[in-house]
């Protein structure tokens, strides 16, 4: 279990920091950008999803390597054999969808579920930015 908890403690980290660097960067180049104004929000949506995206394969990584390797789990279930399987289950588990036809097995389970929880909290993050945003947005319209 305490491989398991280094690997998703690592994970986390990995993610809040491509979480922050992503939205930092976005923050600081809205007000350069030479598009129209409403435009800005697109730019906004498409790096909240680079950054999800990014987190996910993180996590695939992560169980693709663990798959077993060192007795700390499986993904079993409806496998294709190559890492979008792990592409896959990771976004299924970061967004909580959860669909069942994979599953893991052995101290992987852990980790699909810090994914899980670590997904939701960014999820949180980027529609808290992403509101923040379009009321700076909408604030700059009225003015």
Known sequence: ????????????CATVLVHYEILRRVSLALP???VHRPLRILVVIAAVLLAHLLDVLLYAAAF???????????LEGALGGGFSDFVYF???SYT?????DLWPTGPMRLLTGIAALNGLVLI?????FTYLEME???GRQRK
């Open 1 to 12: 279990m305490l491989p398991t908890l280094a690997i998703a403690a690592a994970i986390v």
């Open 32 to 34: 350069r950008l030479p």
């Open 64 to 74: 693709a390597a663990m798959h077993d390797h060192a007795g700390l789990g499986r």
């Open 90 to 92: 990771s976004l299924t």
């Open 96 to 100: 909580t969808l959860g669909i069942g």
């Open 124 to 128: 949180g993050w980027s529609a808290s």
């Open 136 to 138: 700076e947005l909408w």
